[in-house]
T-cell receptor, first 112, second 114 residues
Framework: DGGITQSPKYLFRKEGQNVTLSCEQN?????MYWYRQDPGQGLRLIYY???????QKGDIAEGYSVSREKKESFPLTVTSAQKNPTAFYLC???????????FGPGTRLTVL | AQSVTQLDSQVPVFEEAPVELRCNYS??????LFWYVQYPNQGLQLLLK??????LVKGINGFEAEFNKSQTSFHLRKPSVHISDTAEYFC????????????FGTGTLLAVQP
């Protein structure tokens, strides 16, 4: 089955802890993206990667970090520096940097 | 800077009625436009996209959208909705330059009532 998987679906963390969200794709896509979604708002870009070992900041990168060591994986770490981390996080990928983006099922992070 | 406006945060409609979800964008360059649908607690699914060519774009689930350059709009339509169409709908425009960044509207909740 081809697609994008995100795990876990729900995640709870205590304030001050770092947490890493997983995103894996088996579509052989070069580009991958992380978005954040808050209630009543559209999606906002956190980080994106157009190729392995390379990534760029999006509009709201502060308090987040990423790595892209493998083509199929693009994990997102939410650090304690992120002031309002509770949100729905969506990962996406595209064949190249100009192609249509396809989304994973999302991870809902709640920081207590 | 590019932006997307979805004026209606919620659109209630009865089953089997037609519906139009409005989307306007601002851009000074050629645009690529998208509609995505999101069911509760799920990711986004691509409904349709406009890249070039015919201004009337047909998508999945019986939806279609029309690109209107003079009005900078990309409204989504369906002639007859079903209960299962109840979801959040997002309009998006591809951002400028070499990135593939998508700029999203704030979404429209389509609430289909029996």
């Amino acid at each position: 089955d081809g697609g994008i998987t995100q795990s876990p679906k729900y995640l709870f963390r205590k304030e001050g802890q770092n947490v890493t969200l997983s995103c894996e794709q088996n579509l052989n896509h070069d580009a991958m993206y992380w978005y954040r979604q808050d209630p009543g708002q559209g999606l906002r870009l956190i980080y994106y990667s157009q190729i392995v070992n390379d990534f760029q900041k999006g509009d709201i990168a502060e308090g987040y970090s990423v790595s892209r060591e493998k083509k199929e994986s693009f994990p997102l770490t939410v650090t304690s520096a992120q002031k309002n981390p509770t949100a729905f996080y969506l990962c996406a990928s595209s064949l190249s940097r100009t192609d249509t983006q396809y989304f994973g099922p999302g991870t809902r992070l709640t920081v207590l | 800077a590019q932006s997307v406006t979805q004026l209606d945060s919620q659109v209630p409609v009865f089953e089997e009625a037609p519906v139009e979800l409005r989307c306007n964008y601002s851009s000074s360059v050629s645009v690529y436009l998208f509609w995505y649908v999101q069911y509760p607690n799920q990711g986004l699914q691509l409904l349709l996209k406009y890249l070039s060519g015919s201004t009337l774009v047909k998508g999945i689930n019986g939806f279609e959208a029309e690109f209107n350059k003079s009005q900078t709009s990309f409204h989504l339509r369906k002639p007859s909705v079903h209960i299962s169409d109840t979801a959040e709908y997002f309009c998006a425009v591809k951002g400028p330059g070499a990135t593939n960044k998508l700029i999203f509207g704030t979404g429209t909740l389509l609430a289909v009532q029996p």
